[in-house]
């Protein structure tokens, strides 16, 4: 089936530090979403993509829907402490499996005060 | 506008003993699914329902079932418990099938023993 590979898998950084993650996957995906998930919680939605080539940002975090659609990256600039969680990116083809989206296993982010 | 609710938040069980995890959401979504969420497992789609009326099959449905009681509300049983189902469900729902954002519960956490 369908995989997306989703890096790196943790991250332990300073707080001030810019972040940058990724997936890539082998299919081509039609929207990309970007959650984090806090211990205890469940994931909430920071951006969603939807065409190829589109750079969107919310507050600290920007996101790109890469030109091949097969990939696409998040980054958080001037990290603070409250941004540690697991981070998911989630990619969805219309076309395949009624339209499910296909998760990465997620990247944990550490902040150092 | 509370969004995706479940319940129970946690819950124990014996092996063998059978519950219903309950999920509702306000937002007159059309689409509801159930995942499990694993320690290096990422999220796993257990059953969906497309749209009020339809179930189907995710990737990981074996002990499980699900009704779509209305368009709000959709629900997971596990009629006998067993500790290989020891995990934290995830109700999610989303606008349409195969298209857009989706939203996610704030989580059940089972644990079988």
């Known amino acids: 089936g369908q995989q997306l590979n989703q890096s790196p898998q943790s991250m332990f950084i300073q707080e001030g530090e810019d972040v940058s993650m990724n997936c890539t996957s082998s299919?081509?995906?039609?929207?990309w979403l970007w959650y984090k998930q806090e211990p205890g919680e469940g994931p909430v939605l920071l951006i969603a993509?939807?065409?190829?080539?589109e750079l969107t940002s919310n507050g600290r975090l920007t996101a790109q829907f890469g030109i091949t659609r097969k990939d696409s990256f998040l980054n958080i600039s001037a990290s603070i402490p409250s941004d540690v969680g697991i981070y998911f990116c989630?990619?969805?083809?219309?076309?395949?499996?009624?339209?499910?989206?296909?998760f990465g296993k997620g990247t944990k982010l550490s902040v150092k005060p | 506008n509370a969004g995706v609710t479940q319940t129970p938040k946690f819950q124990v069980l014996k092996t063998g003993q059978s519950m219903t995890l309950q999920c509702a959401q306000d937002m007159n979504h059309n689409s509801m699914y159930w995942y499990r969420q694993d320690p290096g497992m990422g999220l796993r789609l257990i059953y969906y329902s497309a749209s009020e009326g339809t179930t189907d099959k995710g990737e990981v449905p074996n002990g499980y079932n699900v009704s779509r009681l209305n368009k709000r509300e959709f629900s997971l049983r596990l009629e006998s418990a067993a500790p290989s189902q020891t995990s934290v469900y995830f109700c999610a729902s989303r606008a349409l099938a195969g298209l857009g954002e989706q939203y996610f519960g704030p989580g059940t956490r089972l644990t079988v023993t």
């Open positions: 993509l939807y065409k190829a080539g």
């Open positions: 989630a990619g969805l083809n219309y076309g395949g499996s009624q339209g499910n989206l296909i």
């Open positions: 299919s081509i995906f039609n929207t």
